[in-house]
């Protein structure tokens, strides 16, 4: 059985297009059922490229089934997949989920399905990771591995695992220690404590951090590939966290993952790569002025186009 795929678009119709265009080429693409989330438009603006886009879903692409949920208002990107997530994964007991500004890997499919059915009854396992860090020394790392952290951009998982979603942070924080708190954070070389912070504040509106919460609160492992089977394209400003920045394009893979490892654990290795990546990714003062600035000029070149 193969997990049937989310994909969550809104007002994108050029990313959109090259995220199915991608998964089009998957090899286990013909044989997958694909459910498609559209968003409505939030503003009277929003409205043309929405309905370009839902003329795009509509298009004959190559899949075993299309089912297509055009939502009649704004739900926001973290109720929509939240709501569509849990729909799905009650109905076939698994899911592999997307955005409209992933690039899939040929192979991606098959991992993600591999990987399903590998970890299926090991409560530990929750969540299979598509993405993978351009870290320094990838070759030296296995083909796949466990690391902690929840990755939202390309994933899949469980009803298993989704049932332990909470969406309160509130009750989500209650009693973290400082010793947890740390560990959350990777050893202190990641603040997704900020997002945490941001998310209580009224900031930002993320499923993403509540469910890394989620999984960490129960001690769970995300497994990761060794070369990436997902690169972010949505990083020109045009996409609700449009701050993604450039150092996070990744390789994608050439070749299926053909082993996983046997032991549930956190691999040690790929814990200090990625450790080494979250504290050197910055770069020196001048790099990131260069990339702050390229990020402005994607922005303002999107914004221009839009009108």
Do not use: C
């Not at 098959?110 to 090991?122: P, R």
């Amino acid at each position: 059985m193969l997990a049937p795929i989310a994909l969550f678009v809104y007002n994108r119709p050029v990313h959109t297009r090259k995220t199915l265009t991608a998964l089009e080429k998957n090899t286990l693409a013909e044989q997958s059922e694909i459910y498609i989330f559209s968003d409505g438009a939030k503003t009277a603006a929003d409205i043309d490229s929405v309905n370009q886009v839902r003329s795009i879903i509509r298009e004959p692409w190559k899949f075993k089934h299309i089912y297509i949920v055009e939502r009649a208002h704004n739900k926001g990107l973290a109720e929509s997949v939240i709501d569509g997530v849990t729909q799905v994964v009650e109905k076939h007991g698994r899911i592999v989920v997307l955005e409209d500004d992933l690039q899939t890997a040929p192979y991606a499919l098959k991992y993600f399905n591999d990987a399903l059915n590998h970890y299926q009854d090991q409560e530990q396992v929750m969540e299979i990771s598509g993405y993978m860090y351009p870290v320094e020394k990838q070759k030296k790392l296995p083909p796949s591995f466990f690391f902690r952290v929840a990755n939202s951009w390309g994933w899949a998982t469980w009803d298993r695992a989704w049932e332990k979603f909470n969406p309160d942070i509130e009750e989500l924080t209650k009693k973290f220690s400082r010793k947890q708190r740390k560990a959350f954070a990777v050893d202190g070389t990641e603040n997704f404590w900020k997002q945490v912070k941001q998310y209580k504040a009224g900031k930002i509106n993320s499923w993403a951090i509540r469910w890394y919460l989620s999984v960490f609160r129960h001690d769970g492992l995300v497994l990761y590939p060794r070369y990436s089977m997902i690169q972010n394209i949505g990083t020109d400003g045009s996409g609700t966290h449009s701050d993604v920045d450039a150092v996070y394009r990744t390789r994608l893979a050439d070749k299926p993952v053909r082993r996983f490892p046997k032991r549930i654990q956190e691999d040690s290795r790929a814990l200090e790569q990625i450790k080494h990546f979250y504290k050197n990714r910055k770069g020196n003062f001048f790099e990131r002025l260069a990339r702050y600035l390229e990020k402005v000029i994607r922005k303002r070149k999107f914004r221009a186009l839009k009108r």
